[in-house]
């Protein structure tokens, strides 16, 4: 599948009119130009440069970025951890969040609260992410000053505290496009255990409430939706594109986007195969949760 | 289906009407430009205002939303197209199609699309058919996997067996027995497709990515309006309750549909 | 009960209506800033960061192609060129105290300062500027920027370690001018093995002689400045200068107004009432070496009439232009030459063209155009219809807007195609397949348009409508020929009045910068912010 994407992402990339960033300016002449493609051996054949960059790849080198001339994995490299702490950080939200909301709607199922809940959550559905983006930073950072605007961390320090300060409000952007989603999917899946009958026999049982709740309830219900977050993480990743973006988060989704937009062959290359080796790599590990969690497979 | 539901469809059949008659009858050109006139408040002449050239608002967001509804529900054509095909003959072949084709399907799934959109969108042309067609490209896995599942189900039904004794040739099978049982999920896929398609176009639009200016769209009006957040900030929020408004209606009414056409409410 | 869940939705809608207005109308209040009083002493202080935003990593070689947009910046206030742009733009002495012309003026010669060190410690001499020019720039297969400036000089040789001599292939007026425009001066001790791709300098910490030296660079963050102790002049005020990389324009604004930056380009001109408003800002316009122009292709016979390109310019409101998309921070164009070349500009040229689309219609008449169906102007049966390609960067996208507006008010229908930049830059500059479009050039702090005018840079050139006249190329000649200021000033007096008649571009505005500063920032000296960086070390913070 990898493999498949890097080639797709190649030979499209190549396609693209125009080229690399440092080529395609105004104030560069024919002549620069021509020197300039020749150096990045942008002259050879589409399937050649191809085939050479597979070649490194395989040995773990990536090729080297055309708009500044470092190795695209140290590239990668640098902003990964960002990328990984943003996603982490609002997936974490979205759970720690989003599992006993859903929770409190299927046990408060038809009351106002759950309608009002709804509500919120198709709400933060529908807004498009980057207005949400903005509108927050206009209120914390500019009128009420109690958040910083953009980047990781602060100039002149560098605390931890600073870097979670930083990291808030990205993350609750970004949590938004898959917090309402992981919250409808506890709440009808919590609806369904509640129904069952086991979890009547328990009450009938005279098990405390509460015992009857943690123990069987949340139990069985998160099984669902474990594989339902494992099937957000590819909407969390591509969601932040945008995020980053507006809160100059360097990140790889700022990097795709630079490098799409200059042109920079080996650089998108490289984060197309990063990226959906990520991807993939959750998958894989949530599959694994999952046959943790749900003793009906253990025993099958 | 809920009160909810009838409710958001009502919704969707006003803005589609004020999408499709409004410019009728408010016929103020949406690229009439007229920039001692910028910047303008709500006024006897402009209800909504003007934007930064002088445009009228009101104009701009009747159009913008017939183009976005456009995009929406073309590209939510598309996605449904691909993966009635895909989800289709996998199901109903089974063996090592069902194998490549779900593979691939889930492969897909597994790749944030969005990456890849920046790149292709780089390589076509601009314009909404290139537009409904990445759109479409990064929305048919669901729909896939659910033909799937309901070709896989029904195909072991009786009334199919009895069909293909018959003699009844395969696609024949398929096209009129089998995936009419799947049209109700169908539809549900098709209401949040929509949905998604919106907020995918107005995404792509900030990036620049979208629907071209001058023709308006909710999602490019937004980006324009980016630039004046701090002066006129009026310009941002028509477009984004435009866009939540539509996209809430959609997602409600696919709640809807999903409540009322699931199969085991009707036990 | 339906009713009841109506008005709840109505309720709750209305609720998130007005709770983004209220949002916004927070916002509009001047935020509760730190308010700083100017200090009653004059004198400068020292001590104190100043940070400064851009757009993405930079590049930390002025040659290398790569440094473009955010490199500018700081490659200006490390690496020191022979010369710089004076207070008054006029080329003054940088590593060079001065400079002479051969009588016949193929050669510049240079003396350069002595004493001068790397931040290395290492010293620096005139191998340096022979092996920046010879090496790095006059070498085409290398692909450095700015290379085509020099396309004049045939080689630097080095006289003796404190003298240069630039020796020309024809007269070169400009090149102490040229050589202020990102024109720095590379160390050969360093760079002699690769001199524009060795990252560890271009990405990393370079070796300079400017008054700051970088101490760390964190892609994707930042780039920090400190003082460089083997600097030759006073050491700066500041302790430290601070570039960060915030790639959004608004969140730019977001930080100037929390405090978070001391001095920005205002990109973003609407927001400028805004900024003005909040406390602790000072907002002032810059003068800058730029104009926008519409460019039609002269390969396409209908605009090879004058009278087409005059009725376009009576056509255009370029006033409403100024207005609308620089927020009145500007002046209309009617020649290349700039009000910021003080000793140079024509301001009795200013008033030429008023906006008449009744003139305009005249003179597309005299030229063979007449109304036809709808009013569309047509010749032979054809209408006069065409498309300009909108490259999607700054102002061009409300810009063209506004002129396919105009155009259709005298009958001239243009039809838009909006394109990402490199696909632009691909269609419109290297294949130079179009029929019109809108963009601007930005040069040095000299009249020298010679690249932009001759007829031998159609095609391939940067004569990008193909204009080719023969007086026009007799006249860049002269200019380039002249070597004393009054001679030079007649030519490029003639030049002006020549090319607002014959229009090869059609001229539209001169545009202004605004910048955004701290009201504690002092010593910064009227010029653009990228001509202000040369002056880094003059600036200082006054107490609050």
């Given at each position: 599948m990898i493999v498949f994407a890097s080639a797709l992402t190649f030979f499209f990339v190549n396609l693209a009119p125009g080229g690399p960033g440092s080529v395609m300016r105004f104030d560069v002449d024919a002549q620069q130009r021509e020197a300039l493609i020749k150096r990045m051996g942008l002259d050879r054949p589409v399937e050649q440069r191809y085939a050479e960059w597979v070649g490194g790849a395989v040995r773990g080198d990536l090729g080297t970025s055309l708009l500044t001339d470092e190795p695209v994995s140290q590239r990668v490299g640098e902003r990964l951890p960002n990328t990984l702490t943003l996603a982490g950080a609002a997936l974490v939200l979205s759970i720690a969040l989003g599992i006993p909301i859903g929770l409190i709607q299927a046990l408060r199922r038809g009351s106002p609260l759950d309608h009002i809940l709804s509500l919120l959550s198709a709400i933060g559905l529908s807004v498009p992410v980057f207005w949400l983006g903005?509108?927050?930073?206009?209120?914390?950072?500019?009128?009420?000053?109690?958040?910083?605007?953009?980047?990781?961390?602060?100039?002149?320090?560098?605390?931890?505290?600073?870097?979670?300060?930083?990291?808030?409000?990205?993350?609750?952007?970004?949590?938004?496009?898959?917090?309402?989603?992981?919250?409808?999917?506890?709440?009808?899946?919590?609806?369904?255990?509640?129904?069952?009958?086991?979890?009547?026999?328990?009450?009938?049982?005279?098990?405390?409430?509460?015992?009857?709740?943690?123990?069987?309830?949340?139990?069985?219900?998160?099984?669902?939706?474990?594989?339902?977050?494992?099937?957000?993480?590819?909407?969390?990743?591509?969601?932040?594109?945008?995020?980053?973006?507006?809160?100059?988060?360097?990140?790889?989704?700022?990097?795709?986007?630079?490098?799409?937009?200059?042109?920079?062959?080996?650089?998108?290359?490289?984060?197309?195969?990063?990226?959906?080796?990520?991807?993939?790599?959750?998958?894989?590990?949530?599959?694994?949760?999952?046959?943790?969690?749900?003793?009906?497979?253990?025993?099958? | 289906m809920t009160r909810l539901g009838y409710a958001a469809l009502a919704t969707l059949a006003a803005i589609a009407l004020l999408a499709v008659a409004g410019p009728l009858v408010w016929t103020i050109a949406p690229e009439a430009t007229n920039p001692a006139q910028g910047l303008l408040g709500p006024s006897a002449a402009h209800p909504l205002g003007t934007d930064e050239l002088g445009r009228d608002v009101l104009s701009r967001l009747l159009h913008g939303s017939r183009v976005t509804l456009v995009v929406g529900i073309a590209a939510m054509l598309a996605a449904l197209l691909l993966g009635v095909i895909v989800g289709a003959l996998a199901g109903f072949n089974g063996g090592w199609v069902d194998a490549l084709l779900m593979r691939f399907t889930d492969g897909m799934l597994a790749v944030p699309a969005f990456f890849f959109v920046l790149v292709v969108i780089t390589v076509l042309d601009k314009g909404i058919s290139t537009l409904v067609f990445v759109i479409g490209a990064l929305s048919w896995m669901p729909v896939a996997r659910v033909v799937y599942g309901e070709t896989l189900r029904w195909k072991t039904a009786e009334f199919v067996v009895a069909a293909t004794s018959l003699g009844v040739p395969g696609p024949r099978l398929l096209m009129r027995h089998i995936l009419p049982q799947a049209i109700p999920s169908l539809v549900v896929s098709a209401t949040l497709g929509v949905a998604f398609a919106i907020l995918t176009e107005s995404a792509l639009s900030y990036l620049g990515f979208g629907v071209q200016a001058p023709l308006p769209s909710l999602g490019n009006m937004l980006q324009r309006a980016q630039v004046y957040v701090f002066t006129a900030p009026a310009l941002a929020i028509y477009p984004g309750i435009a866009i939540t408004a539509v996209v809430l209606a959609f997602n409600f009414l696919g709640d809807g549909l999903r409540d009322a056409l699931d199969p085991r409410r009707r036990r | 009960m339906s009713l009841g869940l109506h008005s709840f939705l109505f309720r709750a809608t209305s609720l998130m209506f007005v709770a983004t207005i209220a949002v916004t109308a927070c916002t509009s209040t001047t935020p509760p800033g730190a308010s700083t009083a100017p200090s009653a002493a004059a004198g400068p202080v020292s001590g104190g960061t100043v940070t400064i935003p851009i757009g993405a990593d930079p590049t930390l070689n002025p040659w290398s192609p790569n440094?473009?947009?955010?490199?500018?910046?700081?490659?200006?206030?490390?690496?020191?060129?022979?010369?710089?742009?004076?207070?008054?733009?006029?080329?003054?002495?940088?590593?060079?105290?001065?400079?002479?012309?051969?009588?016949?003026?193929?050669?510049?010669?240079?003396?350069?300062?002595?004493?001068?060190?790397?931040?290395?410690?290492?010293?620096?001499?005139?191998?340096?500027?022979?092996?920046?020019?010879?090496?790095?720039?006059?070498?085409?297969?290398?692909?450095?920027?700015?290379?085509?400036?020099?396309?004049?000089?045939?080689?630097?040789?080095?006289?003796?370690?404190?003298?240069?001599?630039?020796?020309?292939?024809?007269?070169?007026?400009?090149?102490?001018?040229?050589?202020?425009?990102?024109?720095?001066?590379?160390?050969?001790?360093?760079?002699?093995?690769?001199?524009?791709?060795?990252?560890?300098?271009?990405?990393?910490?370079?070796?300079?002689?400017?008054?700051?030296?970088?101490?760390?660079?964190?892609?994707?963050?930042?780039?920090?400045?400190?003082?460089?102790e083997h600097y030759f002049g006073p050491k700066p005020y500041l302790d430290k200068v601070v570039f960060t990389v915030v790639a959004d324009p608004n969140t730019q604004i977001a930080q100037a107004l929390s405090g978070d930056l001391q001095i920005m380009?205002?990109?973003?001109?609407?927001?400028?009432?805004?900024?003005?408003?909040?406390?602790?800002?000072?907002?002032?316009?810059?003068?800058?070496?730029?104009?926008?122009?519409?460019?039609?292709?002269?390969?396409?016979?209908?605009?090879?009439?004058?009278?087409?390109?005059?009725?376009?310019?009576?056509?255009?409101?370029?006033?409403?232009?100024?207005?609308?998309?620089?927020?009145?921070?500007?002046?209309?164009?009617?020649?290349?030459?700039?009000?910021?070349?003080?000793?140079?500009?024509?301001?009795?040229?200013?008033?030429?063209?008023?906006?008449?689309?009744?003139?305009?219609?005249?003179?597309?008449?005299?030229?063979?155009?007449?109304?036809?169906?709808?009013?569309?102007?047509?010749?032979?049966?054809?209408?006069?219809?065409?498309?300009?390609?909108?490259?999607?960067?700054?102002?061009?996208?409300?810009?063209?807007?506004?002129?396919?507006?105009?155009?259709?008010?005298?009958?001239?229908?243009?039809?838009?195609?909006?394109?990402?930049?490199?696909?632009?830059?691909?269609?419109?500059?290297?294949?130079r397949e179009y029929t019109a479009t809108v963009n601007w050039w930005t040069y040095p702090s000299d009249p020298d348009v010679f690249p932009y005018y001759h007829s031998s840079a159609a095609g391939k050139g940067f004569n990008i409508p193909g204009y080719q006249d023969p007086k026009l190329d007799d006249l860049l000649v002269q200019g380039q020929s002249a070597s004393d200021l009054e001679s030079r000033k007649a030519v490029y007096k003639q030049l002006q009045q020549y090319t607002s008649e014959v229009l090869p571009y059609l001229f539209l505005w001169y545009p202004q910068e605004i910048d955004v500063l701290s009201s504690s920032l002092k010593g910064v000296p009227e010029l653009g912010l990228r001509d202000a960086m040369h002056y880094l070390g003059e600036w200082w913070l006054a107490k609050k």
């Open positions: 903005i509108v927050l930073i206009l209120l914390f950072a500019v009128s009420l000053r109690v958040l910083p605007s953009a980047g990781v961390t602060a100039i002149a320090t560098d605390t931890p505290f600073d870097r979670l300060r930083h990291l808030v409000l990205p993350a609750v952007v970004l949590a938004s496009t898959v917090l309402p989603t992981v919250v409808r999917f506890m709440r009808s899946a919590a609806i369904e255990v509640l129904h069952e009958d086991y979890i009547r026999t328990a009450a009938a049982k005279g098990l405390a409430p509460r015992v009857v709740l943690l123990r069987h309830v949340l139990r069985n219900a998160l099984i669902p939706v474990v594989s339902a977050i494992g099937a957000l993480v590819p909407r969390l990743l591509g969601g932040t594109v945008v995020t980053e973006a507006v809160f100059s988060w360097p990140g790889l989704g700022r990097l795709a986007l630079e490098a799409a937009q200059g042109r920079d062959y080996p650089l998108i290359t490289g984060l197309t195969v990063v990226v959906a080796a990520i991807a993939v790599t959750t998958s894989l590990l949530v599959d694994l949760a999952y046959t943790r969690i749900d003793p009906r497979i253990r025993i099958a | - | 440094a473009f947009v955010e490199s500018l910046f700081i490659n200006r206030a490390i690496f020191e060129g022979l010369t710089k742009p004076g207070k008054d733009l006029a080329p003054a002495p940088d590593l060079a105290e001065s400079w002479t012309t051969a009588s016949d003026g193929l050669s510049w010669t240079f003396k350069l300062r002595s004493g001068v060190k790397w931040s290395d410690g290492k010293p620096f001499s005139a191998d340096d500027v022979a092996f920046t020019f010879n090496d790095i720039v006059l070498k085409p297969d290398l692909g450095a920027q700015n290379r085509a400036s020099y396309a004049a000089v045939k080689s630097v040789t080095v006289v003796d370690p404190t003298t240069v001599r630039f020796d020309l292939t024809r007269k070169f007026a400009a090149l102490p001018s040229f050589l202020a425009y990102n024109a720095g001066i590379l160390p050969k001790h360093v760079l002699s093995a690769d001199p524009l791709k060795t990252t560890s300098f271009n990405k990393g910490i370079p070796v300079s002689t400017g008054p700051f030296k970088v101490e760390k660079y964190t892609s994707g963050q930042s780039v920090s400045l400190v003082p460089n380009i205002l990109d973003n001109k609407a927001a400028v009432e805004r900024v003005k408003a909040a406390s602790g800002l000072v907002v002032v316009s810059r003068p800058l070496v730029q104009y926008y122009w519409l460019s039609l292709n002269q390969t396409d016979n209908r605009f090879t009439d004058v009278r087409v390109r005059q009725a376009f310019v009576h056509a255009i409101d370029r006033q409403a232009i100024i207005k609308s998309v620089e927020l009145g921070y500007g002046s209309i164009a009617n020649s290349p030459i700039t009000p910021a070349l003080a000793a140079y500009y024509d301001p009795s040229l200013a008033s030429k063209y008023p906006y008449d689309p009744a003139k305009a219609t005249e003179l597309l008449k005299a030229a063979g155009w007449t109304p036809g169906a709808n009013g569309v102007l047509q010749k032979d049966g054809k209408p006069f219809q065409f498309t300009m390609d909108v490259g999607q960067r700054g102002v061009l996208e409300p810009v063209n807007a506004l002129i396919q507006q105009d155009l259709k008010k005298v009958g001239v229908i243009v039809d838009l195609n909006t394109m990402e930049w490199n696909s632009y830059i691909q269609k419109d500059v290297v294949r």
